[in-house]
């Protein structure tokens, strides 16, 4: 029987990236290499749509992201997030409307990083994501949650076919010294105005 939920037919791809299980970990002693964007059927890179975004600016607790990085799948299998910690990165899931899903990291062994102060959001605060095409699309915080990454709500973030939402991802709670990550994650849902 075919599943009818709005994008339930992305859902498989998107059950595959267990990334958040790695994806606040303490930087590797040596980065890991970025994955290029994906090819096209050239074998170039692809390019990058016009209504990607391009900019996150939340002035409720001190944002401003003007040049955001691209995102994709790393070898692993699991979604790669910025290599470096005071930048905010895009998960570029290809075509077809979805929610935008921006990933950060909280802090680093440097100290905080881009999306420290993130549980610090509020229902109505204003979220701005500037667009490769020069439009700006405003969000409001709808809520906040904060879960264990084993039960990370992977169709809840990624899923469904809406392109007036928005996702915002980091961890949260406490630190695992052993794995060197956060055992929890914390997701911001926004929708836009």
Same mark, same amino acid.
């Given at each position: 029987?075919?599943?009818?939920?709005?994008?339930? %037919?992305?859902?498989?791809?998107?059950?595959?990236?267990?990334?958040?299980?790695?994806?606040?970990?303490?930087?590797?002693?040596?980065?890991?290499?970025?994955?290029?964007?994906?090819?096209?059927?050239?074998?170039?890179?692809?390019?990058?749509?016009?209504?990607?975004?391009?900019?996150?600016?939340?002035?409720?607790?001190?944002?401003?992201?003007?040049?955001?990085?691209?995102?994709?799948?790393?070898?692993?299998?699991?979604?790669?997030?910025?290599?470096?910690?005071?930048?905010?990165?895009?998960?570029?899931?290809? %075509?077809?409307?979805?929610?935008?899903?921006?990933?950060?990291?909280?802090?680093?062994?440097?100290?905080?990083?881009?999306?420290?102060?993130?549980?610090?959001?509020?229902?109505?605060?204003?979220?701005?994501?500037?667009?490769?095409?020069?439009?700006?699309?405003?969000?409001?915080?709808?809520?906040?949650?904060?879960?264990?990454?084993?039960?990370?709500?992977?169709?809840?973030?990624?899923?469904?076919?809406?392109?007036?939402?928005?996702?915002?991802?980091?961890?949260?709670?406490?630190?695992?010294?052993?794995?060197?990550?956060?055992?929890?994650?914390?997701?911001?849902?926004?929708?836009?105005?």
């Amino acid at each position: 029987m075919r599943d009818r939920r709005p994008g339930a %037919s992305l859902l498989p791809g998107v059950v595959a990236l267990v990334f958040l299980l790695v994806g606040c970990a303490a930087p590797p002693a040596a980065p890991a290499p970025a994955v290029p964007a994906a090819p096209s059927v050239t074998g170039a890179p692809a390019e990058v749509p016009a209504g990607a975004p391009a900019s996150l600016r939340i002035p409720a607790i001190g944002v401003d992201e003007s040049m955001l990085l691209r995102l994709g799948v790393a070898e692993d299998g699991t979604a790669e997030v910025p290599q470096d910690y005071d930048r905010v990165g895009w998960f570029d899931r290809g %075509s077809g409307p979805a929610p935008t899903v921006l990933l950060g990291h909280v802090d680093s062994r440097d100290g905080p990083a881009v999306f420290i102060d993130l549980r610090d959001l509020a229902p109505g605060d204003v979220i701005e994501v500037g667009r490769v095409d020069g439009s700006v699309d405003r969000y409001a915080v709808e809520r906040t949650e904060q879960m264990p990454k084993d039960a990370f709500p992977t169709f809840a973030v990624f899923g469904g076919a809406s392109s007036d939402q928005l996702r915002l991802v980091t961890c949260a709670g406490d630190f695992d010294r052993g794995a060197r990550s956060y055992r929890d994650n914390m997701v911001v849902h926004a929708r836009a105005l």
